[in-house]
Each structure stands twice: as C-alpha cells, then as structure tokens.
C-alpha cells in the first residue's frame, strides 16, 4: 500500500524529512520521481534508506540522460527503472527498462519480465529462441521486441546532444520568466546533467489568485499553439489509487478508512497543482529565439497583475 509524503517546494520530488517522518517499521521501500526536469536530493534520499536498511527505487520515466554527482540517475538506489513510452525522452512507442547492479534482482526482473522465460547462456544456435522457459517465476509478457529495442539504440546516439539543447533553451527560459516574478522549476544541489522531460514554471501568488490557472492555461495553449497543461493532480487525489474501486474491498468499510489515499495531507502537492504549468520537451528542441516568442506569451499573463 504506498504511503503517500509530500514534495520539496523548490525540485517538487519526494521530500526527504517527510519521507523519514512517514517510515514505520512496515515501510518496505522507499520510491522517488525525478519530476519534469529535477533530480531528487539523492544524498539525502539514499543516506536515509541506508540508515533504515530500506531499498530506494528511482521512477527515471521523465529523466532518460539525467546525472547526480557524475552518475546517471537510475544508478543511485536498488534499482531504477524507466519507461520509453510515446510521451518520453527516449521512445518506442511503448516500453521500459529496469536497471540495477543487483544480480539476484536482475534475475528476478529478468524471469518476472518474460514469464519465467530468460535468456539462454552461451551461443544461440541457428533455429533456437532467444529465450528459454525456466519456470522459475510466474510474470507477464512484458519484453521488449527486438524492433522496439533497435528503435531505442538509435536514439541513444541522440541523448546527449538533444538533452544539452533542451537544458540550454530551458537556461534562456528561466531568465527571460523570472525576470517577470515567475520561479522556474530547480532541480537538488548535485545535480550534474539535466534531462527535460517538461520545462515546468510556478506562477505568482498573485497571478494565481486574479484567475483561474485552468484559464490561463488555456489562454497560453492558444497564443503559443500546443498545449500548455497543469501538472499532474496529487496522487493522493489520483483515480487510480482509489481502494474503494476494488470490488474486492467492497464492504470492508474499516479497511477503508486505513487505506483511504486522501488522508494524507500533501499542502506543497497540493499548491504546485494550483500554481505549476508546464509544457512538452519536443518544444525545448525549438531554435534558441523561440524561446523568447514564449516567454512574450507569458509575459502577457504576468505583467497583467
Ligand atoms: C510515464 C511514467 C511512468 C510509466 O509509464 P508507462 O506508460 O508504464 O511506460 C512511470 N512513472 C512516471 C513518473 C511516468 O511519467
């Protein structure tokens, strides 16, 4: 059952005091999401599952190329896992991967990703699979094909260069909004390469307060010509964490209660869903003069007030 802790006011991922305020001795692990363009304060988060004995799990689906400390996200905690689907840094349409230095869990990963098919050792003879039945574990058919991996190794080559070009556009997009009182997303102290996954600005109080964000929102995906969107509700809100939806849990009204994701108090959550927009990553690939077209749209909408 995840435990729901509130986010850093400044990188919006997990908040290391509030994650240690919420571990019990029934805390299994700890999960972090490098958020948009942020990496997570990774000394803190990983000094702090050392000191309860707990696997940290890093979310990558939004930081493909990301470094903290010289080191690739993904490479700090247990494991860390990724997704390269449609919306991604690296894409196939669908897919993902899982990284860990960890033998016996990239066993594991392994049997659980092919149905307990894994890959033969030694040479593959002509007409042989790949991959062989052990009957280890019962998973899913999650792996990915051969196409989609091509598809991904191709677009490596591109990473580097595609990650610096976006972080240079964002650097330019930063000084032209806070000059007009908006606070560009920060990523944690350490923070050595920086992946956009979304270039993601907090408005002013009081440009929050004259209207409502959903209409400004609005009004910049109509002046700028792609959608310029709210982040993502706080999870304790999400749908799809909703028990109650269980049939099976249905008539365990104590059950409930305990698990009722809306009990956590997530107040930074909260205010970033209210004040936070954001916009795609392809846009961050514009020459360097379209950012200044963007920052003259919001600037429409900052200095109204
Ligand atoms: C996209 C995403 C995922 C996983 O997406 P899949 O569609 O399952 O590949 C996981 N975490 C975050 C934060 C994401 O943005």
Redesign the pocket.
């Known amino acids: 059952m995840p435990v729901l802790v509130d986010i850093n006011p400044d990188t919006w991922c997990l908040d290391v005091s509030a994650a240690e305020a919420a571990i019990t001795p029934r805390t299994r692990a700890v999960t972090v ?1 490098h ?1 948009y363009s942020a990496v997570a304060d990774l000394t803190g988060l990983r000094e702090l599952a050392d000191r309860y004995g707990l696997p940290l799990i890093e ?1 990558c ?2 930081a493909h190329g990301a470094a903290y400390r010289y080191r690739p996200v993904g490479g700090h905690g247990v494991a860390g ?1 990724f ?3 449609g ?2 840094l690296l894409t196939s349409g ?3 991967a899982v990284v860990t230095d960890d033998d016996e869990l990239a066993h594991r990963a392994e049997a659980l990703r092919g149905d307990g098919r894994v890959r033969r050792p030694g040479p593959i003879n002509c007409g042989e699979m790949e991959l062989v039945e052990t009957g280890r574990l019962m998973g899913a058919n999650a792996a990915l094909s051969e196409f989609h991996a091509a598809v991904l190794i191709d677009q490596l080559d591109l990473l580097a260069t595609q990650n610096a070009q976006r972080a240079s556009n964002a650097a330019r997009l930063d000084r032209g909004l806070s000059a007009y009182g908006a606070r560009p997303q920060a990523t944690s102290d350490g923070t050595t390469v920086r992946a956009y ?1 979304r270039y993601a600005v907090q408005l002013p109080g009081v440009v929050i307060a004259a209207r409502p964000v959903d209409d400004i929102a609005a009004e910049l995906t109509t002046s700028l010509g792609f959608p310029v969107l709210r982040t993502h509700p706080p999870l304790s809100r999400c749908r799809l964490l909703d028990p109650a939806t269980r049939p099976r849990f249905s008539g365990r009204r104590d059950y409930l209660a305990r698990v009722d994701p809306t009990r956590f108090e997530l107040p930074v959550c909260h205010s970033v869903h209210n004040s936070v927009l954001s916009f795609g990553h392809e846009i961050l690939l514009a020459p360097a003069e379209a950012m200044d077209e963007i920052v003259d749209a919001f600037r429409e909408i900052l200095t109204l007030c």
Do not use: I, L, T
Request: proline share 0%.
């Open positions: 999401v958020v979310d689906a939004h896992v997704s390269m689907q919306s991604k669908e897919g993902g996954y």
